[in-house]
């Protein structure tokens, strides 16, 4: 049955492609040579592109029937499955947001571009240019397909309702007859039209890298890549190589992606590689920073005994080095290292030496309190924090 139904949606495809297409030629009265032949070139990718798809194809209708007898992925995970009609809606808006994702990935990582600007480097976009696909783009937008049907749980019949408004919303998106500005106003803030597609189209960036909903254009605005520009400002094609003996060949357009390192790829691959440059550096900062924070410890401070008198020559050491130092008469010590510490120990004639738990690295106030007079030292008390909160405090916690 399924099979049936593809062989409708391939008729359904070519005769809205021919509608259109005789509607674009009826409306803009071009050149019946030009555009033949403009046509004939778009055409020629079918040869590549129809075998790749077709074959794998075979694999998106096997995996899809397996999800629909197995009730795999998130769709079957939602308590939807009962009602058909909001089943299709949910499918088909995730599955479009899977597409925007698809076509933002094949923009923004240098090698998925070099097949996807074969697509637009089409210089006069219409309608034949929705089947300007290099074969290498079909397989990886097909093999793209079968993991998203998996991750989702497209079943058959959620896929062929998907791919006949896609088709549609495809062909009718790169199509010269545009809307009127005020129709467009509306439809766009839904769908995909004509005017927001050829924005896409446009030659240079950032309108390059924008507007790439493929049904939706919800996306776009959601994920602030949605753009304008009027109409009459458009010009079509890549900017990177705008010659037409190259973007009218199709021997050269077809080879592109593995012959040369064309100049957009290369400047895709150098900002990303100033990016990683840009990252690294930043990593090396966050690294010099971490060390400067967390290879360090520096403890201030007052050690006096419980009638607040202060305790001169105790000796206050990070524990387990010999990084250490003297109260003064004023019972105050500095203590510091280049290392990390979390523990300090406090020992003084007559007492034995207690260790005491950091709490941060840094310490400007901490207090230390002998619970005893000098002469019978036995105890310790420490606070951390200001002097303020101290008086709220009416008993210091201990530390045995
Ligand atoms: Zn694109």
């Known amino acids: 049955m399924a099979h049936r139904v593809f062989e409708f949606q391939i008729l359904l495809f070519i005769s809205v492609l021919l509608f259109f297409w005789i509607l674009e030629f009826v409306l803009f009265s071009q050149n019946i040579k030009d555009k033949l032949s403009h046509t004939f070139l778009n055409a020629k990718f079918l040869f590549f592109v129809v075998p790749v798809q077709f074959s794998l194809s075979i694999a998106v209708l096997f995996v899809s029937n397996y999800i629909e ?11 939807i499955t009962k009602n058909s009609f909001l089943f299709f809606i949910v499918a088909f808006v995730i599955l479009d947001l899977f597409d925007y994702l698809y076509h933002f990935m094949m923009h923004k990582t240098p090698f ?11 210089l006069d976009v219409d309608i034949s240019t929705t089947v300007r696909e290099h074969p290498g783009e079909t397989f990886i937008r097909v093999s793209y397909s079968i993991l998203v049907i998996c991750i989702v749980g497209a079943t058959p019949w959620v896929l062929i309702f998907k791919q006949i408004i896609q088709s549609f919303s495809n062909i009718v998106s790169h199509s010269k007859a545009k809307l009127p500005p005020k129709i467009n106003n509306i439809v766009s803030r839904i769908f995909v039209t004509p005017n927001t597609h050829h924005i896409h189209h446009h030659y240079e960036l950032p309108y390059t890298d924008s507007n790439f909903g493929d049904v939706l254009t919800i996306w776009d605005q959601l994920f602030s890549t949605f753009s304008k520009l009027k109409q009459s400002e458009i010009i079509c094609g890549v900017d990177t190589n705008m010659a037409r003996e ?9 080879s592109r992606p593995f012959l040369e390192k064309d100049r957009c790829s290369q400047d895709k691959i150098k900002n990303e590689v100033v990016l990683v440059k840009k990252r690294y550096l930043f990593f090396v900062f966050f690294l010099f920073l971490s060390g400067n924070c967390y290879c360090q410890s520096s403890v201030k ?28 008469v004023a019972g105050i010590f500095v203590l510091k290292s280049n290392k990390t510490y979390t523990d300090i120990s406090v020992s003084y004639v007559g007492f034995e030496s207690k260790i005491i738990h950091l709490k941060k690295q840094n310490i400007d106030n901490l207090t230390i309190a002998l619970k005893e007079e000098t002469t019978t030292l036995n105890e310790v008390a420490v606070n951390y924090g200001p002097k303020k909160r101290l008086k709220k405090k009416k008993t210091i916690p201990h530390i045995k």
């Open 246 to 254: 190259d973007n009218e060949n199709f021997k050269k357009l077809i």
């Open 301 to 328: 401070g007052v050690l006096t005994d419980d009638k607040n008198k202060p305790i001169a020559n105790a000796n206050i050491t990070f524990l387990g080095s010999h990084d250490g130092t003297l109260t003064n």
């Open 69 to 79: 007898v197995k009730h795999l992925g998130l769709l079957f995970l939602l308590p």
């Open 112 to 122: 998925f571009w070099k097949f996807h600007q074969i697509h637009h480097s089409d």
